[in-house]
């Protein structure tokens, strides 16, 4: 009985094997189908690239490349702004200062002018040849509030002193 009992054996191995083998060509066949399908891929992944991607990718690079140089332009331009309005002001204020100094002078003479214009005007029916006479009291000045606006002569006339303009006029 040992005999038939390796014969049962030697089968049961035969049919073990021929599985194996089989099993091994269907893993084969499977890698070689992966490889064709994993081919074709990145055959038709290359080719979109190559169509469709690139022409796109390469259009973008260029509207990102001009973007920068916009930019850099307009930070260029926005800092010659910025310095000529700084000049300008500048400018200004030099200018402004140089009228002030220069023309105060002439507004003290004119705001003069107006005050004596003024006097004459209170004082109708008198003339300078005429002088006081005894019988008539001295006119008196009314004392009036400051409006804002002689507030801003005060204003004007307190910078005309400080500004050396007080030196040259009669005190």
Do not use: C
């Not at 005999?3 to 021929?18: C, K, M, P, Q, R």
């Not at 030099?94 to 006097?119: D, E, H, Y």
């Not at 300078?128 to 002569?153: F, M, N």
């Amino acid at each position: 009985m040992p005999s038939a009992d390796l014969g049962t054996t030697n089968v049961w191995l035969a049919l073990i094997a021929i599985t194996s083998v089989v099993q091994l060509l269907i893993v084969i066949a499977l890698l070689v189908g992966a490889l064709r399908f994993y081919r074709r891929m990145e055959k038709t992944v290359d080719e979109v690239t190559a169509k469709h991607i690139a022409p796109v990718s390469a259009r973008a690079h260029e509207v990102i490349d001009e973007i920068e140089d916009v930019m850099v332009r307009v930070r260029t331009f926005d800092d010659d702004v910025r310095r000529t309005l700084s000049r300008v002001g500048d400018g200004v204020g030099i200018a402004t200062s140089a009228v002030r100094t220069k023309f105060w002078p002439v507004v003290g003479l004119l705001r003069g002018l107006k005050v004596g214009l003024s006097t004459l005007a209170r004082s109708p029916g008198r003339s300078a040849s005429q002088g006081r006479s005894a019988s008539k009291p001295p006119v008196r000045a009314k004392v009036t509030k400051l409006s804002p606006k002689d507030a801003s002569d005060v204003e004007a006339e307190q910078r005309f002193a400080y500004e050396g303009g007080a030196s040259h006029a009669r005190g």
